[in-house]
C-alpha cells in the first residue's frame, strides 16, 4: 500500500473518535513527506532537532510540526521559530529555556510533558509526583511564553496488551488529576498525546487525543545519518 493508502485508512478509522493523526517522519525522506502532504496531511512529528530543521527549511510553510524526542536545551533555539509543539518537554529547565527562546522570536510554544509510564529504564519523562511538582512550582507559574496543553507518554516495548492499555490508563488517571488541580479552566489542556504503530488502538481505547504514527503509514526508516543527540 502506498503512503496516501495507509493514510486514507487512518483517516477513516479515526473519523469516529477525538484522535488526531501525528504522521511520525523520522528518518524518511523529504520526497515521501511530500506525498503524504498531497494527500493532505499537514501534521508531523519528527524526534531529532537537525534533522526536524533541515526539513522544515525545505518543505511547505503550512506543516505543523511537532517535536517528540528528547531535546536537549541547548538545541531549542533552533526550532524555536517555527515548532508547532514541543511534546517532549521532561525538566523544568528544559521548559525554562523553551521559554526563553520562545521570548525571542516573540512567541507562545506549546508544549505537552513527556510523562514515564513505560516499565523500563530507558525512556525519558517525568514522574508523577515530578510532573506534579514541576506544575506547583513558582519557577514554572512565572514562566510567560509556554504553555502546557497536555501530556504525552510512551508505553513499554513488547510488553502484553493489558499491561499496555494499563499504562495507558493510567496517564488518562494522571491527565485527568492534573486537569482538576491545575488547568481547569483552561480549555487548551486538553491533549494526550500516547499510542504508536503497535499500540495506537488500545491509546484511543484510554482515551488519546493524538496517536504518533510512523512506520506503518512510511515503512522502513530510510535516512540514517542523523545522530539521536
Ligand atoms: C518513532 C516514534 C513514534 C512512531 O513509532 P512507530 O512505531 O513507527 O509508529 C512515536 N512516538 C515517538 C516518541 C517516537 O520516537
Same mark, same amino acid.
Do not use: G, P
Given at each position: 500500500m502506498s503512503i496516501a493508502d495507509n493514510l486514507l485508512e487512518y483517516k477513516k478509522e479515526l473519523d469516529s473518535t477525538q484522535t488526531e493523526l501525528i504522521a /511520525?517522519?523520522? @528518518?524518511?525522506e523529504p520526497a515521501a513527506i511530500m506525498e503524504a502532504y498531497n494527500a493532505g496531511q499537514r501534521v508531523f512529528g519528527e524526534n531529532i532537532v537537525q534533522e526536524l530543521a533541515d526539513k522544515e527549511a525545505q518543505l511547505p510553510k503550512d506543516i505543523e510540526w511537532h517535536l517528540i524526542g528528547h531535546l536537549q536545551t541547548n538545541k531549542v533555539k533552533y526550532i524555536a521559530p517555527f /515548532? #508547532?509543539?514541543?511534546?517532549s518537554v521532561d525538566s523544568l529547565k528544559l521548559l525554562t529555556e523553551i521559554n526563553k527562546q520562545a521570548a525571542k522570536n516573540k512567541r507562545v510554544i506549546d508544549c505537552l510533558l513527556q510523562i514515564y509510564?513505560?516499565?523500563?529504564?530507558?525512556k525519558f519523562g517525568l514522574g508523577f509526583d515530578e510532573a506534579i511538582e514541576l506544575l506547583r512550582s513558582d519557577e514554572f507559574t512565572a514562566l510567560?511564553?509556554?504553555?502546557?496543553v497536555g501530556l504525552m507518554g510512551i508505553a513499554s516495548n513488547n510488553a502484553s496488551e493489558k499491561q499496555t492499555l494499563d499504562e495507558f490508563t493510567e496517564l488518562k488517571v494522571l491527565f485527568d488529576g492534573i486537569k482538576v488541580s491545575?488547568?481547569? #479552566?483552561?480549555? @487548551?489542556?486538553k491533549e494526550i498525546s500516547m499510542g504508536m504503530s503497535g499500540d495506537y488502538k488500545l491509546a484511543i481505547e484510554a482515551g488519546s487525543t493524538m496517536v504518533r504514527v510512523g512506520s506503518s503509514i512510511f515503512g522502513k526508516r530510510k535516512i540514517k545519518h542523523y545522530k539521536t543527540e
Open positions: /511520525v517522519s523520522k @528518518y524518511q /515548532v #508547532k509543539l514541543i511534546q509510564i513505560a516499565d523500563e529504564d530507558t510567560k511564553n509556554v504553555r502546557i491545575f488547568f481547569r #479552566k483552561d480549555d @487548551y489542556f
